[in-house]
């Protein structure tokens, strides 16, 4: 069994402010990490794929950052919009040929207008 | 370009019963991946389909099986079912194999077993 753990497990902040949160993984034989976005009643949808040490990924307000050697990654979200609000999940492929994932318990972020 | 579907939606059973789930992926997506998300937890992850062979398993009893079909949709199967296969099982299609390759998920089946 393989720990992904995230952090914290859930989030209220006021619309317009700026939060992150953490994904922290095993720090040997990586080969990536993804970042989902799930908001209630729809699919999970994708993020970013992570794969190299110092790893910087943007999405609109939506930032990640990557550091293998110590095993984690944050996720930021600068001026937080009620639309932000859903579970944020991430990845961690092991396995022959890395195929097999394991996903953290995820975020839960709540923004409030 | 219609996305992962899943079938059904939501789905009733008692224990001891068998149950089907059924999963087209994304148009040019050859490979998917099943899930079950059980209530406060991460998906887990049950096995991965490529080229109509399971090519991955995790950590889930003989009782949950799964086929891919040469269109590249998919089938899980879960026989005899208890009150803890109670969750939302998630269907992933991504281009490859690869830990790297993106994963898009379906909306998921809710089974609920009494």
Not at chain 1, 46 to 70: C, H, P, Q
Not at chain 1, 79 to 86: H, I, K, L, R, Y
Not at chain 2, 72 to 91: F, I, P, R
């Amino acid at each position: 069994i393989l720990n992904v753990e995230q952090s914290p497990q859930s989030l209220h902040v006021q619309e317009g402010d700026s939060t992150n949160f953490t994904c922290s993984f095993p720090s040997s034989n990586f080969y990536a990490l993804h970042w989902y976005r799930w908001e209630t009643a729809k699919s999970p949808e994708a993020l970013f794929v992570m794969t190299l040490n110092g790893d910087e990924k943007k999405k609109g307000r939506i930032s990640a950052t990557l550091n293998t050697k110590e095993g984690y990654s944050y996720l930021y979200i600068k001026g937080s919009q009620p639309e932000d609000s859903a579970t944020y999940l991430c990845a961690f492929p092991r396995g022959y040929n890395f195929n097999k994932f394991y996903f953290g318990s995820g975020t839960k972020l709540n923004v409030k207008p | 370009d219609a996305g992962v579907t899943q079938s059904p939606t939501h789905l009733i059973k008692t224990r001891g019963q068998q149950v089907t789930l059924r999963c087209s992926p994304k148009s040019g997506h050859d490979t998917v991946s099943w899930y079950q998300q059980a209530l406060g937890q991460g998906p887990q992850f049950i096995f991965q389909y490529y080229e109509e062979e399971e090519r991955q398993r995790g950590n889930f009893p003989d009782r949950f099986s799964g086929h891919q079909f040469p269109n590249y949709s998919s089938e899980l199967n879960v026989n005899a079912l208890l009150l803890g296969d109670s969750a939302l099982y998630l269907c992933a299609s991504s281009p490859g194999t690869g830990g790297s390759d993106t994963q898009y998920f379906g909306p998921g089946t809710r089974l609920t077993v009494l």
